[in-house]
């Protein structure tokens, strides 16, 4: 779903959600060797419907017994999502304080670049049976 918000919530049901249990089915019917599924950093304060939807079909990967990575970014900076630059001072401060540096770094802003990187990573390098790639991973990129 483009431009996630609360007001879609039943949206990421009807459609993300969907969308990534015919893709898990499919995949599994197939014997895929490695499923990548983009996700959302979770917890989060905010966007409840969204992280719901997307742990929803984390699950269903997880019970399906794919190979999986699962990269979950919380916001991705680039063209038309430009305005979150202005909050980069305050994650700096943010991840500076013992309180909130957790909560700071697992839902931290990323570069398309960063996480392009994290996805061509998670193509080339298959795991075991599972990853979780979060934004302190993706940053790395």
Known sequence: MPHP??????????IDLRSARESIA??????????VYVSVAQPAPAMVAYQAAR?????????AGLTRTIVRPWYVLGPG????????????VLEAL??????ARRLGLVTR?????????AVEHPPAVDR??????????
Do not use: N
Not at 26 to 35: C, D, G, T
Not at 55 to 63: K, N, V, W
Not at 98 to 103: E, I, K
């Open 26 to 35: 499919a995949a599994r019917e197939q014997s895929i060797a490695h499923f």
């Open 113 to 121: 670049p960063q996480m392009i990187a994290a996805l061509v990573d």
């Open 55 to 63: 742990r929803q079909a984390e699950d269903a990967l997880a019970a």
């Open 98 to 103: 013992p309180s909130t540096r957790d909560s």
């Open 132 to 141: 979780l790639v979060e934004v302190p991973e993706i940053k790395l990129r």
């Open 81 to 92: 999502h430009r305005w979150p630059y202005v909050l980069l001072p305050v994650y700096a």
């Open 5 to 14: 918000s609360p007001r879609k919530a039943q949206q990421f049901i009807d």
